[in-house]
């Protein structure tokens, strides 16, 4: 079994700066990939940023310039760098990781941006 932890999230005023954290445990191995979705009140949810085994990035377009994904495959861990954050990323921030055809996924943590 597979458990995901995120942690990071909090308030921020607009153009402000988080960094998540989620970090993975349990039976992982080969290639696997890791991301963060989130998902507004009322919205479907959305991917943010994936990065694979082999550190190939993608971006929704809302973000690309803004945000950054970087991974840890010592610790098995993927980070999220939120930078110029606006109001309309308010949002619960789920880690994913996808491994031998299942996709896992956290509780997720929640980030506000407002003044």
């Known amino acids: 079994q597979v458990q995901l932890v995120e942690s990071g999230g909090g308030l921020v005023q607009p153009g402000g700066s988080l960094r998540l954290s989620c970090a993975a445990s349990?039976?992982?191995?080969?290639?696997?990939?890791m991301g963060w979705y989130r998902q507004a009140p009322g919205k479907q949810r959305e991917l943010v940023a994936v990065?694979?085994?082999?550190?190939?990035?993608n971006y929704a377009d809302s973000v690309k310039g803004r945000f950054a994904i970087s991974r840890d495959n010592a610790k098995i861990a993927v980070y999220l760098q939120m930078n110029s954050l606006k109001p309309e990323d308010t949002a619960v921030y789920l880690c994913?990781?996808?491994?031998?055809?299942?996709?896992?996924w956290g509780q997720g943590t929640q980030v506000t941006v407002s003044s």
């Open positions: 994913t990781l996808y491994v031998n055809w299942t996709d896992y």
């Open positions: 349990g039976s992982i191995s080969g290639f696997y990939s």
């Open positions: 990065i694979t085994s082999g550190g190939v990035r």
